[in-house]
Every structure is written in structure tokens, then in C-alpha cells.
């Protein structure tokens, strides 16, 4: 069929109306029905593409069928259906790779990377050399508690895909959170940035000129790009920033964000001038940064899910700064700056970042309360217990390690875990197994299911006494919510910015005597705080107020500190 060979070939709009005119001559032909649906799923008309994907498969139970059926309905996010196609097409072409990538897909969406890894791994076993399917793979290993597989995974891929980017994404992050060597983390960070300028390149990007004035003390117009403009970590320390910004610097928003909540909605209210951008090419997303006469590109998310840094490499704005969202250089060229402060970044870093620093004092970061965090409430009575909510990759061995030294302190103390997969059987058993691989008494290792909501994961902290952080990636919104609900965090400082993080936060909120700077130290807190059973109940009547008059909640002095490293950022560009 002629409308076959013009979707292989990138034709849909010629395919379209080919394939309409004979389905309405034979409109029980499935096949057409498919080719159809995929048509307009490459024309972005994806509520139509559904229809005539099912009819496709009421038509004929057909594998090809539910692949198309199963694509369509990922495209309109309706991930159980999806799943359910992609299960029923594996039954029919059990042999068919495509299907089993798109099942494993549906199911990361569903949050359930174990069983997402087993489809992952048939559809490699069906197709080794796919570099999509490798990648993912490698997400539902982490995602299950696997890391060191996912990282070996991860680094054999570059190896044989070097320029795949995205893949060099997932490496990049990664070692962050596995404990990957400073010198080795940066190496990936950079040749991520290589490959991402080179690509830009290659699309065409190359010197602009830009319509923006080089005024130095004129109001700025400041670009915010990011995927997590919801309820995210990431959404906690943009809101008090863009709710206390002055005139002298009007923030406009570029939202890659795939679904918008209350949040959203919340932020909408400080950032006036908005664009979803959820569609748009790096290339035409940083022409629309151009055209909105945008001063200042501000990247806030680095290499996490969803990141759009990539644009950035298209020159959005002649200043471009990371920011808030990454824990680490972007390795980026046409990124000039990076925030962070003093403590998370001491002088003398520089060679582990491609950025120039930005160091906003006291803290990079400034944490507004979700509004649905409930009232502090008194401490129940009974043997001390110690928590952590942080995301169980960062649960690494050191991590369990140093945490069972602090239970091995405190007689009949006992420690919850709260985190993403640990209400998956599979992945709560792989969790106590490291936790007895580290010398922690399963016995005093209690696991919560996932909250149904904001208020309800805020009210488990009515458990825990004392949170422990983890290492060498810190807790971020964790530990700020730890300290909003009354609770203390022992952290222990590291020599990286992932691991310095609790330190500037902690600082910030006036907590500096639960930063300590060996594990000997760490232990010697824990146990500190643990005896003193008058502080803890003190620290749940007064800790919120102490942290919500601090630096670390002061909005208004943040916008102005962000206000004068991005000013300094601007006059540098101004004098070229």
C-alpha cells in the first residue's frame, strides 16, 4: 500500500487523506484502520489516532494492532489501557520487542519498575542492539532498588552507544546518586555537554544575535524552563522565589510540564507570562526564549526526568544560568553560570563544573511549605525512632552502614523507611536485604506504603523522632519537610555538592550542631538528640516557627540575593 511507504518515509499529512478516502469504501479493513491511527499520531492528532486504533484491533486481533493501540494511548497518557494493549499484543506476538518495550513502558508509568524490568529485558533478549530499550531498562533497575546493575548497565551502553543522548543523561544523573567517583561523575557531565552542543550543531544552531538591549541596571526579563511546574521538589523552591520577585525582574515561564495540578495553577498566579512548551523542539524552544526578548535563560533541571537543558544549547538568552534543580554541573558550553553558596560550593571547585559559580549567601535555596502540610503534633511516647523518606537509590550501602552504627548507639531504637516502589513486595525485600547486608536488625527496620497525598505523607512524619540523612546524595525536600513537621535531621557533610546540600540547608535554618563531619560525629548527634527527650518535644512545639523566620524560608531576602547574582551574571555579558 502507497500509504504504507509514505509513513516509512515521514509523510503522514500525504497518508492521511489517502487512507480516509478508501476506509470510506472499506471501513472494516484493519490494517488501513492502523495505518491510519499511526498517521495521526505523527500529525499529533492523538483522541483520533485512538479511535481508529481500536477499531483496528476490534477489527483484528492482530499484534500489530495493540502496538499502535498501546502507543496512542501512552501519547494521551492513559497509561492503564496502555498497558493492558501492550500485555493483550505480547500474547498474541509473544516475539515482537516492540511490544514488550511498549509494556514495560506503560508500567514505569504505573510506577512499577519491577515488573517494567522484566519487559525491558525480553524485548532485549528479542533485540539486544536498541539503545532505547537499554536505557529504560537501566530506569526500572534503579527505580527497583538496583542501582550498581543500573550503573553497569548505563556504562557498558555509552561504551557502545557514546553519542546516545540520552542514555548519557541517565549516566550523568546517576552518579550522583551512586557514590561514583567526583573526577568520573564530572568526565560524564562534560562529554554529556560535548555531545549536546555538537547535536545542536547539527540542527542548525550557531551565533545569534540577540534583540535585547545591553542595558546593565534595566528591569530584567528572566526565562524559568522546566518540566516541574507541579507538585514536585523543584516547584517548593521556584514559589517563594517567583511569589517574592520585584519589578526589576519579571519572570516568564516555559513549561514542559506533562500534567499541571494545583501547583501549577499556584505558580500561574506569580508568573504571569506563561507557554507550555511541552512540544516544542529545543530549537524552536529557544527561539521562543528569543523572541520573548528573554535577558536571562535559568535551566531548572539539569539532567533530571523531563529536562529540557538541551535548549539551552540553541542559545536562548545571551546570559544562561542552572539553577535550583541539579545537583551538579550541566557540562553544558552555552551555559555560563551555575547557583549554589558557599557552603555547598567552597571556593576552589571549579574544576569539577563547566559553570562559573553563583553563590547566593547563606543558602542557593529557599523552601516554602506546601499549604496542605498539616499541624505539628506532640511527640508519642516510647523507644526513640529514627527515619528516613528520602528515594530509596539513595540508600546506598554507606548509607545503611552508618545508619545501623546509629542504631547500634541507641538501644530499642528503630528506623522507617518511606520511599517510591517500597509498597512492591519484590522491591521492599530487596531493601531489608541490604539493610541486613549492612547490620541493621530487620526486626527494627519498618516500612510505610506510599501516602495517598501531600498531607498524609507530612502527617507519617508523626513517627519519627529524628531523620537521618543519607549519603553521599543528601536530602533536599525531605529534609526541609522533616524540619517543617518538627522533626531534626543528622547530616554529614561530604566533599561534593550532592553532598554538602544538607549542610547549607541545615545552616540556613539555624541547625548547624546536627552537621557532622565524620561518621564518629554523626553517631555522637544522633545520640545526642536521642537522649534528650525534653529537646525533641521542644523541637516539635518551636522548630517550624524557628525555620520558618530563618534564611532558609525568607522569600523576599532570597528574590533580592537571586536578583544580585543574576544582575552581576547580566553586566558581565553587558561589558562582553
Given at each position: 500500500?502507497?500509504?504504507?511507504?509514505?509513513?516509512?518515509?515521514?509523510?503522514?499529512?500525504?497518508?492521511?487523506?489517502?487512507?480516509?478516502?478508501?476506509?470510506?469504501?472499506?471501513?472494516?479493513?484493519?490494517?488501513?484502520?492502523?495505518?491510519?491511527?499511526?498517521?495521526?499520531?505523527?500529525?499529533?492528532?492523538?483522541?483520533?489516532?485512538?479511535?481508529?486504533?481500536?477499531?483496528?484491533?476490534?477489527?483484528?486481533?492482530?499484534?500489530?494492532?495493540?502496538?499502535?493501540?498501546?502507543?496512542?494511548?501512552?501519547?494521551?497518557?492513559?497509561?492503564?489501557?496502555?498497558?493492558?494493549?501492550?500485555?493483550?499484543?505480547?500474547?498474541?506476538?509473544?516475539?515482537?520487542?516492540?511490544?514488550?518495550?511498549?509494556?514495560?513502558?506503560?508500567?514505569?508509568?504505573?510506577?512499577?519498575?519491577?515488573?517494567?524490568?522484566?519487559?525491558?529485558?525480553?524485548?532485549?533478549?528479542?533485540?539486544?542492539?536498541?539503545?532505547?530499550?537499554?536505557?529504560?531498562?537501566?530506569?526500572?533497575?534503579?527505580?527497583?532498588?538496583?542501582?550498581?546493575?543500573?550503573?553497569?548497565?548505563?556504562?557498558?551502553?555509552?561504551?557502545?552507544?557514546?553519542?546516545?543522548?540520552?542514555?548519557?543523561?541517565?549516566?550523568?544523573?546517576?552518579?550522583?546518586?551512586?557514590?561514583?567517583?567526583?573526577?568520573?561523575?564530572?568526565?560524564?557531565?562534560?562529554?554529556?555537554?560535548?555531545?549536546?552542543?555538537?547535536?545542536?550543531?547539527?540542527?542548525?544552531?550557531?551565533?545569534?544575535?540577540?534583540?535585547?538591549?545591553?542595558?546593565?541596571?534595566?528591569?530584567?526579563?528572566?526565562?524559568?524552563?522546566?518540566?516541574?511546574?507541579?507538585?514536585?521538589?523543584?516547584?517548593?523552591?521556584?514559589?517563594?522565589?517567583?511569589?517574592?520577585?520585584?519589578?526589576?525582574?519579571?519572570?516568564?515561564?516555559?513549561?514542559?510540564?506533562?500534567?499541571?495540578?494545583?501547583?501549577?495553577?499556584?505558580?500561574?498566579?506569580?508568573?504571569?507570562?506563561?507557554?507550555?512548551?511541552?512540544?516544542?523542539?529545543?530549537?524552536?524552544?529557544?527561539?521562543?526564549?528569543?523572541?520573548?526578548?528573554?535577558?536571562?535563560?535559568?535551566?531548572?533541571?539539569?539532567?533530571?526526568?523531563?529536562?529540557?537543558?538541551?535548549?539551552?544549547?540553541?542559545?536562548?538568552?545571551?546570559?544562561?544560568?542552572?539553577?535550583?534543580?541539579?545537583?551538579?554541573?550541566?557540562?553544558?558550553?552555552?551555559?555560563?553560570?551555575?547557583?549554589?553558596?558557599?557552603?555547598?560550593?567552597?571556593?576552589?571547585?571549579?574544576?569539577?563544573?563547566?559553570?562559573?559559580?553563583?553563590?547566593?549567601?547563606?543558602?542557593?535555596?529557599?523552601?516554602?511549605?506546601?499549604?496542605?502540610?498539616?499541624?505539628?503534633?506532640?511527640?508519642?511516647?516510647?523507644?526513640?525512632?529514627?527515619?528516613?523518606?528520602?528515594?530509596?537509590?539513595k540508600l546506598t550501602p554507606a548509607t545503611l552502614e552508618l545508619w545501623a552504627r546509629v542504631l547500634a548507639a541507641i538501644p530499642e531504637s528503630t528506623l522507617t523507611l518511606k520511599g517510591y516502589g517500597l509498597d512492591t513486595p519484590a522491591i521492599r525485600e530487596r531493601v531489608m536485604e541490604a539493610c541486613r547486608a549492612a547490620g541493621l536488625e530487620p526486626r527494627r527496620v519498618k516500612v510505610l506504603a506510599s501516602a495517598p497525598s501531600i498531607a498524609?505523607?507530612?502527617?507519617?512524619?508523626?513517627?519519627?523522632?529524628?531523620?537521618?540523612?543519607?549519603?553521599?546524595?543528601?536530602?533536599?525536600?525531605?529534609?526541609?519537610?522533616?524540619?517543617?513537621?518538627?522533626?531534626?535531621?543528622?547530616?554529614?557533610?561530604?566533599?561534593?555538592?550532592?553532598?554538602?546540600?544538607?549542610?547549607?540547608?541545615?545552616?540556613?535554618?539555624?541547625?548547624?550542631?546536627?552537621?557532622?563531619?565524620?561518621?564518629?560525629?554523626?553517631?555522637?548527634?544522633?545520640?545526642?538528640?536521642?537522649?534528650?527527650?525534653?529537646?525533641?518535644?521542644?523541637?516539635?512545639?518551636?522548630?517550624?516557627?524557628?525555620?520558618?523566620?530563618?534564611?532558609?524560608?525568607?522569600?523576599?531576602?532570597?528574590?533580592?540575593?537571586?536578583?544580585?547574582?543574576?544582575?552581576?551574571?547580566?553586566?558581565?555579558?553587558?561589558?562582553?
Amino acid at each position: 500500500m502507497r500509504a504504507a511507504m509514505q509513513l516509512k518515509s515521514g509523510q503522514a499529512a500525504q497518508a492521511e487523506p489517502a487512507l480516509r478516502r478508501h476506509l470510506r469504501s472499506a471501513p472494516a479493513d484493519a490494517d488501513a484502520n492502523r495505518l491510519l491511527a499511526l498517521a495521526l499520531v505523527q500529525l499529533g492528532k492523538d483522541a483520533q489516532a485512538e479511535f481508529f486504533a481500536l477499531r483496528a484491533t476490534e477489527l483484528k486481533a492482530d499484534p500489530a494492532n495493540y502496538d499502535i493501540l498501546g502507543a496512542c494511548l501512552m501519547v494521551l497518557q492513559k497509561f492503564g489501557e496502555a498497558e493492558r494493549a501492550f500485555a493483550r499484543g505480547t500474547e498474541l506476538g509473544p516475539l515482537i520487542p516492540s511490544l514488550h518495550y511498549g509494556h514495560g513502558a506503560a508500567l514505569m508509568q504505573l510506577e512499577d519498575p519491577e515488573r517494567a524490568s522484566a519487559s525491558f529485558l525480553r524485548s532485549l533478549e528479542l533485540q539486544p542492539e536498541n539503545p532505547e530499550t537499554v536505557g529504560f531498562y537501566a530506569s526500572s533497575l534503579q527505580n527497583s532498588y538496583r542501582v550498581p546493575q543500573s550503573l553497569e548497565v548505563l556504562r557498558r551502553g555509552v561504551l557502545r552507544w557514546p553519542e546516545h543522548t540520552r542514555m548519557r543523561h541517565q549516566l550523568a544523573q546517576l552518579c550522583n546518586y551512586a557514590g561514583v567517583e567526583a573526577s568520573e561523575t564530572f568526565e560524564h557531565h562534560r562529554v554529556l555537554g560535548q555531545l549536546l552542543d555538537r547535536e545542536a550543531r547539527q540542527a542548525g544552531a550557531g551565533p545569534v544575535r540577540f534583540g535585547v538591549s545591553p542595558e546593565p541596571d534595566r528591569a530584567l526579563r528572566i526565562g524559568v524552563i522546566s518540566p516541574d511546574f507541579r507538585e514536585h521538589s523543584v516547584a517548593r523552591f521556584v514559589e517563594p522565589l517567583v511569589a517574592s520577585s520585584a519589578p526589576s525582574m519579571c519572570f516568564v515561564g516555559f513549561s514542559a510540564t506533562p500534567k499541571e495540578d494545583a501547583t501549577t495553577a499556584r505558580l500561574r498566579t506569580h508568573i504571569r507570562e506563561w507557554h507550555d512548551v511541552r512540544k516544542l523542539s529545543d530549537a524552536k524552544l529557544a527561539l521562543l526564549c528569543r523572541q520573548e526578548r528573554i535577558d536571562i535563560a535559568v535551566d531548572l533541571t539539569g539532567h533530571t526526568i523531563g529536562s529540557r537543558v538541551s535548549a539551552l544549547a540553541h542559545q536562548a538568552a545571551p546570559v544562561q544560568v542552572s539553577a535550583i534543580g541539579y545537583p551538579n554541573t550541566t557540562g553544558l558550553p552555552q551555559i555560563g553560570w551555575r547557583v549554589g553558596d558557599l557552603l555547598s560550593d567552597p571556593p576552589g571547585e571549579a574544576r569539577r563544573a563547566t559553570e562559573l559559580m553563583l553563590r547566593i549567601e547563606p543558602c542557593f535555596l529557599c523552601f516554602r511549605a506546601p499549604p496542605e502540610a498539616p499541624a505539628v503534633r506532640p511527640r508519642q511516647p516510647g523507644p526513640i525512632r529514627f527515619g528516613s523518606f528520602n528515594a530509596i537509590k539513595k540508600l546506598t550501602p554507606a548509607t545503611l552502614e552508618l545508619w545501623a552504627r546509629v542504631l547500634a548507639a541507641i538501644p530499642e531504637s528503630t528506623l522507617t523507611l518511606k520511599g517510591y516502589g517500597l509498597d512492591t513486595p519484590a522491591i521492599r525485600e530487596r531493601v531489608m536485604e541490604a539493610c541486613r547486608a549492612a547490620g541493621l536488625e530487620p526486626r527494627r527496620v519498618k516500612v510505610l506504603a506510599s501516602a495517598p497525598s501531600i498531607a498524609a505523607h507530612l502527617e507519617a512524619y508523626d513517627g519519627i523522632d529524628i531523620a537521618l540523612d543519607t549519603l553521599p546524595y543528601h536530602g533536599t525536600t525531605t529534609t526541609c519537610e522533616s524540619m517543617w513537621m518538627g522533626v531534626p535531621v543528622v547530616t554529614l557533610a561530604g566533599d561534593v555538592h550532592a553532598s554538602r546540600v544538607g549542610v547549607s540547608l541545615l545552616t540556613a535554618s539555624g541547625q548547624s550542631a546536627w552537621i557532622a563531619r565524620s561518621p564518629e560525629e554523626f553517631v555522637a548527634i544522633a545520640r545526642g538528640l536521642a537522649g534528650d527527650e525534653a529537646g525533641l518535644a521542644a523541637n516539635r512545639e518551636s522548630l517550624r516557627e524557628r525555620m520558618r523566620a530563618s534564611p532558609l524560608c525568607d522569600g523576599p531576602a532570597y528574590a533580592r540575593a537571586f536578583e544580585i547574582v543574576m544582575r552581576h551574571a547580566w553586566r558581565a555579558w553587558c561589558q562582553g
